[in-house]
Every structure is written in C-alpha cells, then in structure tokens.
C-alpha cells in the first residue's frame, strides 16, 4: 500500500500566504498541512509516499530529507487542472490512499485495512457554490458523483482509496482521457464520474472534526477557531 499526495497547486485564494509558500505547506495550528498528512500516513504504517509538487517546489525539498518520500514534480502545475498531475502519477495508483494537498488531517483517518475503494466525505452544514455530492445505494456503494450547488449535505473531502484492481482501471482512464481533446477543462474526480459503474466505489462519511479543506483564509481562520474551541473543551 501507497500514498499519493497532489500538491502542485498555487493556491492564491491564500495569499499572501502562498506568495512564497506552497498552498499545501501552509501550517494550520502550526502544522503544514501536507506534512501532517505525510506524519498520519506513517503512524497508520504508509512509508510508500509519493508527493506530486508544482508550484515552489523546492519547499518540499525538506520532507523528502526528512521523511523519505518521493518527489516528483509536475512542470505543468499552471497550465491543467489537477487530472494531469494525476497523470503523472497514475501507475502509483493501484491500492493506494490519494490525498488532496490543502487537506488538514485533524484526526487520523488513514485505515492501511482498508478493503475496498472508498471516497471520504463529510457533512457540510454551511451552503456551498460546487461541491462533489453522491448518489450511494443502501450498502454505501457510489452510483453517481455530481459537482453541485446545495446545502447541509455530504460531499467529498479530498481523500480517497482505490484498490489494486479500480485503481489500475482508472488509472487506464486517466491516460484515455489525457490522450482527447479537452481534458484541459477537467479535474481527476470528473475521469471517475464518467467511468464510475467500472469501479466498485463506496462512500465513507467522517466526524465534522475529523479533516478540513483549507481553500481559502476564510478557511483557515474558521478551522484554527474550530480547533481552538475544540481544545479549550478537552481540557475541561
């Protein structure tokens, strides 16, 4: 089992933040993020961990030094969306964790018995312009993903799981899709929405405090009060 970090991205809804500084490196509670998920990783028992980087990428230069993972830099970053640093990285695919950069890992929800592909979502209460959102059947399994508007509903969280066999089919598809005119309009998740009845994907819902999406510093000023209140509460 693997891991596979996508961290090429700019991130300039977080400047000044990111204007020397990898959106992904970016400390919540004094932590960068990517390297909080690369620490979880580990303790779950993950030391396979390759890290797609972009954007400043001799700023992860210290995690390679530091933890041992795989760097491998996508020269692209700011011309495609993030379908094409998965490109990159497809044969790395098969039975491996995929974690989107700007996620902080509160708690560790990283399972090396995991057995079957599964998307991590969560409940957003708070309205939302575009969102991943599932159709499952009653067993949890994903009949459909859709990209879209709504309110107090589960959507996906950034971290995903993919088996031997599903990841090596998407990874088939990633290459399809790269190979056609137009990929240039789309995200990695849209390869899986278009091909989703060739995979055997289930849905797996967290706690609200479990991990965060950091896109903005709205963002991160609303998680870093979270988990400060979530603090004071422990040590009462």
Known sequence: MRAIILAAGMGTRLRPL???LP???VPVNGMPMVEKQVIFLKEAGIDEIIIVTGYINEKFDYLEEKYGVKLIFNEKYDIYNNI???YLVREYLSDA?????DIFMNNNVIDKNIKRSTYFGGRE???FTKEWMFKTNAEGRILNMEME?????VIFRGISYWTEKDGSFIADKLKE???TAGFDNLYWDDVVKENIDGVDLYLEVLNDIDLFEIDSMNDLNNVEAILQVAAEK???
Do not use: F, H, I, S
């Open 177 to 179: 899709a790269v190979n």
């Open 18 to 20: 990111t204007d020397n």
């Open 23 to 25: 959106k992904g490196l």
């Open 234 to 236: 422990a040590k009462r």
């Open 149 to 153: 508007p709504g309110e107090n509903e």
């Open 84 to 86: 094409y640093t998965m």
């Open 97 to 101: 964790y995929v974690l989107e950069g």
């Open 125 to 127: 209460k708070n309205a």
